[in-house]
């Protein structure tokens, strides 16, 4: 399985910023990257009267759209469990996801004292990076929020190192 990296932070910190850039960064290195958004609440990809909604409807446990260029998958699932989605990435180099702060995985942390007062936590066990535009004094990496390379550079080092670029 590939490594899992959490990128973590309170409402609108930046964290969907912060991975958009760095997904462009880690592919520009040659590495495959795979995504998990945490969502907290329930949400629909698909459509209401689409044939796959129709489909889910009617009672399908797990139901699939392919196309040339696209497939997704719509399957019942149990619970937060982090651990189980991590066997439909084994085509890539690193799964990178947004959320899942109470995960047990390696967290980078953004914190945007324009927004928020504090970060999350300084303590956690988890944290291996911090990515702020305030000055911290931590026993970790502290990035600035523009300063991708220095966290790709991080990233590729530490769980990227034995790993052959697949891209």
Request: hydrophobic share 35%; aromatic share 8%; no cysteine.
């Given at each position: 399985?590939?490594?899992?990296?959490?990128?973590?932070?309170?409402?609108?910190?930046?964290?969907?910023?912060?991975?958009?850039?760095?997904?462009?960064?880690?592919?520009?290195?040659?590495?495959?990257?795979?995504i998990i958004k945490h969502a907290f609440?329930?949400?629909?990809?698909?459509?209401?009267?689409?044939?796959?909604?129709?489909?889910?409807a009617a009672g399908a446990e797990k139901?699939?759209?392919?196309?040339?260029?696209?497939?997704?998958?719509?399957?019942?699932?149990?619970?937060?469990?982090?651990?189980?989605?991590?066997?439909?990435?084994?085509?890539?180099?690193?799964?990178?996801?947004?959320?899942?702060?109470?995960?047990?995985?390696?967290?980078?942390?953004?914190?945007?004292?324009?927004?928020?007062?504090?970060?999350?936590?300084?303590?956690?066990?988890?944290?291996?990076?911090?990515?702020?535009?305030?000055?911290?004094?931590?026993?970790?990496?502290?990035?600035?929020?523009?300063?991708?390379?220095?966290?790709?550079?991080?990233?590729?080092?530490?769980?990227?190192?034995?790993?052959?670029?697949?891209?």
């Open positions: 399985m590939p490594p899992v990296i959490s990128v973590i932070g309170k409402s609108k910190s930046g964290k969907t910023t912060l991975i958009e850039k760095l997904i462009p960064e880690l592919r520009s290195r040659g590495f495959r990257i795979g609440h329930e949400f629909e990809i698909d459509k209401k009267g689409k044939d796959s909604w129709r489909h889910k139901v699939v759209v392919s196309s040339p260029r696209f497939v997704t998958m719509i399957k019942d699932f149990q619970g937060e469990n982090l651990e189980a989605l991590e066997s439909y990435f084994s085509d890539v180099d690193l799964v990178i996801t947004e959320g899942y702060k109470k995960g047990n995985k390696p967290q980078i942390e953004v914190f945007r004292n324009a927004q928020h007062q504090n970060p999350l936590s300084t303590t956690n066990q988890n944290l291996i990076a911090m990515v702020t535009d305030s000055t911290l004094n931590l026993d970790l990496p502290v990035f600035g929020l523009d300063d991708i390379d220095g966290l790709a550079d991080l990233i590729e080092k530490k769980y990227l190192q034995t790993s052959k670029p697949r891209g």
